[in-house]
């Protein structure tokens, strides 16, 4: 919080109160589509499934309705796709497809890698429409809900080939690395005994999501980062 204190036309000085807006108020609106569209219907799933006991199928359709509302909402109120309410409900609909699948232990292991394929296929699919879905995430983190790095972001994103690359490469990244997890298990599923691949299974979702956060980091994050800053800093220069 800053406090700015305005010379008078007579030489006294006042304060004024200080500013309104703090990086605290302007993370918030940055954070809030994560929040709506990924943590919410992610939460009440798991809130729906393990805190109240209802059956994967019931809390799956439960856990859908916010992403389906938002969905439907960009759609027809704002006439733009809510990529990541999308994809959640998409991922939704998959996991209500798989949960009427039964059969053999490994056919029950390889149907968990679902989920996975079908986030990595929409976020590559983001990609290729020029609307990078993992940006959602990745942007809040960079800014750190500072004004001047948010203008700075725009303006790169506008005008910047390198920046806008960097921005394509961190969800190409999480695209690719989801998809080969999904194909790692399905092949270990049918390959490795099961008590193995029912432990393995688990190391290997967390050790695709380091590799994507490490990956994507090296490749994405600490260039934007970089260009972000030096941005800054050169508004900062011309208006001195």
């Given at each position: 919080?800053?406090i700015?204190?305005i010379?008078?036309?007579?030489?006294?000085t006042?304060?004024?109160a200080?500013?309104?807006?703090?990086?605290g108020?302007a993370?918030?609106p940055?954070?809030l589509?994560?929040?709506l569209?990924v943590?919410?219907?992610?939460?009440?799933y798991?809130?729906?499934?393990?805190g109240?006991?209802m059956?994967?199928?019931a809390?799956?359709?439960w856990?859908?309705?916010v992403?389906?509302?938002r969905t439907?909402?960009?759609a027809v109120?704002e006439?733009k796709?809510?990529?990541l309410?999308?994809l959640?409900?998409?991922?939704?609909?998959?996991?209500l497809?798989l949960?009427?699948?039964?059969?053999?232990?490994r056919?029950?292991?390889?149907?968990?890698?679902?989920?996975?394929?079908a986030i990595g296929i929409?976020?590559?699919?983001?990609?290729?429409?020029?609307?990078?879905?993992?940006?959602?995430?990745?942007?809040?983190?960079?800014?750190?809900g500072?004004?001047?790095?948010n203008?700075a972001?725009d303006?790169?994103?506008?005008?910047?080939?390198?920046f806008?690359?960097?921005e394509?490469?961190?969800?190409l990244?999480?695209?690719v690395?989801?998809?080969?997890?999904?194909?790692?298990?399905?092949?270990g599923a049918y390959t490795?005994?099961?008590?193995t691949?029912v432990w393995l299974?688990?190391?290997?979702?967390i050790?695709?999501i380091?590799?994507?956060?490490l990956?994507g980091?090296r490749?994405a994050v600490?260039?934007?980062e970089?260009?972000?800053?030096?941005?800054?800093?050169?508004?900062?220069?011309?208006?001195?």
């Open positions: 919080m800053s700015t204190a010379e008078t036309s007579t030489g006294a006042t304060v004024e200080p500013a309104a807006t703090s990086a108020v993370a918030r940055s954070f589509p994560l929040i569209d943590a919410v219907p992610v939460g009440s798991y809130l729906l499934k393990n109240f006991g059956s994967t199928m809390a799956l359709g856990s859908s309705v992403p389906a509302v439907v909402w960009g109120k006439r796709a809510n990529a309410a999308g959640i409900l998409f991922v939704n609909v998959v996991g497809a949960s009427l699948v039964a059969g053999d232990p056919l029950m292991l390889a149907k968990d890698s679902g989920v996975s394929s929409g976020i590559l699919v983001s990609v290729k429409l020029g609307r990078p879905m993992m940006t959602a995430g990745m942007k809040p983190f960079l800014i750190k500072d004004a001047a790095k203008a972001w303006r790169l994103a506008a005008g910047s080939p390198r806008r690359k960097a394509r490469t961190f969800s990244v999480w695209g690395v989801l998809l080969s997890e999904c194909v790692a298990r399905v092949v490795l005994p099961v008590d691949m299974g688990t190391v290997v979702m050790g695709s380091v590799v994507a956060m990956v980091g490749l600490v260039p934007m970089k260009m972000l800053e030096n941005e800054v800093a050169g508004t900062i220069q011309s208006k001195s």
